[in-house]
């Protein structure tokens, strides 16, 4: 079982930045993926991007240069830089955490309760 905890929306002007952090607890396995998506009214739930455990990362084509993810292995934290933000990345980001549990060899998947992001022009 694992927890998430999100912090970081808020609003903020066209061109401004924000930078978004998701903590996970509990029981975690080295081999996972932890990663945000974000969910605009009247849109279905998109990837944002997403970082494997040994550092590789994918983005939508939208936010590539402008969107930079991370994680802190450490601390079990991914953050999701946001620079230039535009109007149209205004939504409701999600972060998640997919992991194997190398002893069932079975998958799970988590998600966070959601922190809202508004850019306004």
């Known amino acids: 079982q694992v927890q998430l905890v999100e912090s970081g929306g808020g609003?903020?002007?066209?061109?401004?930045?924000?930078?978004?952090s998701c903590a996970a607890s509990g029981s975690i396995f080295r081999i996972n993926i932890m990663g945000w998506y974000r969910q605009a009214p009247g849109k279905q739930r998109e990837l944002v991007a997403r970082i494997f455990n040994?550092?590789?990362?994918?983005?939508?084509?939208?936010?590539k240069g402008r969107f930079t993810i991370s994680r802190d292995n450490a601390k079990n934290t991914v953050y999701l830089q946001m620079n230039s933000l535009k109007p149209e990345d205004?939504?409701?980001?999600?972060?998640?955490?997919?992991?194997?549990?190398?002893?069932t060899?079975?998958?799970?998947?988590?998600?966070?309760?959601?922190?809202?992001?508004?850019?306004?022009?």
Do not use: E, I, K, P
């Not at 609003?11 to 978004?20: C, E, I, K, N, T």
């Not at 040994?54 to 936010?63: H, L, M, R």
């Not at 980001?93 to 549990?101: A, K, P």
């Not at 060899?105 to 022009?121: A, N």
């Open 90 to 103: 205004t939504a409701v980001y999600y972060c998640y955490f997919h992991q194997l549990d190398t002893g």
């Open 11 to 20: 609003l903020v002007q066209a061109g401004g930045s924000l930078r978004l």
């Open 54 to 63: 040994v550092g590789s990362t994918n983005y939508a084509d939208a936010v």
């Open 105 to 121: 060899w079975s998958g799970s998947d988590y998600w966070g309760q959601g922190t809202s992001v508004t850019v306004s022009s």
